[in-house]
């Protein structure tokens, strides 16, 4: 088959007229799908707040109001303040001891060590204890294993624990 210019012309207007028909369909066309066999028509009726809320508490959901919501949150957000009021209580409080075993490895440095402490609630700053080891010129003096630690040591008895 030879293509020639107007054989290339009648295709092209052939394409510019199926897509034109074809998108004057979809734009123009229904909008909704329209059954063709004898199906069941589906009745669709609206339903009462009521009848709404009683049909998803039997499948499981609980229903409140933006007020009933809006008190839930604020007692929520209430009972996490306190919450965190207690643990901030129970941090100063120095009857409280907390105990830990640390596990030294090898490659492990004084921050890394620090941070654990830290961490551990056994000392209140880190970085305190990484500079106090790095005045002792102790840095390069820990030694691997597994040590008992408790808040109630002082960092001398600390450092001589796990230093060596």
Not at 1 to 16: E, I, K, Q
Not at 23 to 38: D, H, I, L, N, R
Not at 71 to 96: C, T
């Amino acid at each position: 088959m030879r293509v020639t210019p107007n054989s290339l012309r009648s295709f092209a207007a052939g394409l510019l007229i199926a897509t034109t028909v074809i998108g004057s369909v979809y734009m123009f066309g229904p909008t909704e799908a329209e059954s063709t066999g004898k199906a069941e028509t589906v009745k669709t009726e609206k339903l009462t707040e009521e009848e709404m809320v009683k049909q998803l508490t039997s499948n499981g959901f609980v229903i409140h109001t933006e007020n009933e919501w809006n008190k839930q949150l604020a007692a929520m957000n209430e009972k996490q303040e306190e919450e965190k009021e207690d643990i901030k209580e129970r941090k100063n409080d120095d009857s409280v001891v907390y105990r830990t075993m640390l596990t030294v490895s090898t490659g492990m440095t004084s921050i890394d060590v620090g941070n654990a402490l830290e961490n551990a609630n056994i000392i209140k700053s880190g970085l305190d204890f990484y500079k106090e080891v790095e005045k002792r010129g102790l840095e390069n003096d820990l030694r691997p294993g597994t040590f008992e630690v408790e808040s109630g040591m002082t960092t001398d008895e600390i450092i001589s624990t796990i230093f060596k």
